[in-house]
């Protein structure tokens, strides 16, 4: 499979492209406004969000996260809450070999940064 994308449907479409671009730091590789708004950003690697405007209530991300794997969760965390992201939860150490930290994104979504650490003993 050559290509990844999770689809969000958001109410406030600006104040979601603007958290992605902006504040998270992902390029935006495209947009449009023809029957209906859309943007497409990159996530990681080949995956991609893929934003558009609309109803969120008809959305079915319930019970849907994203993940980040980052260089740095700490730095990253840092320079996010001086963006002013809420966090969730702060930077933790994890049994499985992670640090992570878990942030509220637009519209309810939580996004999970982690950092590779190695086993926990």
Known sequence: ?????VLFTAA????AIAFFTE???LPLLRSWDDHGRGSIISAAGDGQIEVFAGDSS???MSGAALAWEVADTDEQCSRLRAA???????????PWGHRNATLAGPEGLTITL?????ESS
């Open 84 to 94: 002013g992201v809420e966090f969730i939860s702060p930077p933790t150490d994890r």
């Open 23 to 25: 504040t998270m730091g």
């Open 114 to 118: 982690f950092t590779v650490i190695g």
């Open 12 to 15: 406030d479409y600006d104040t």
């Open 58 to 60: 008809t959305a079915t």
């Open 1 to 5: 499979m050559p290509e990844f994308r």
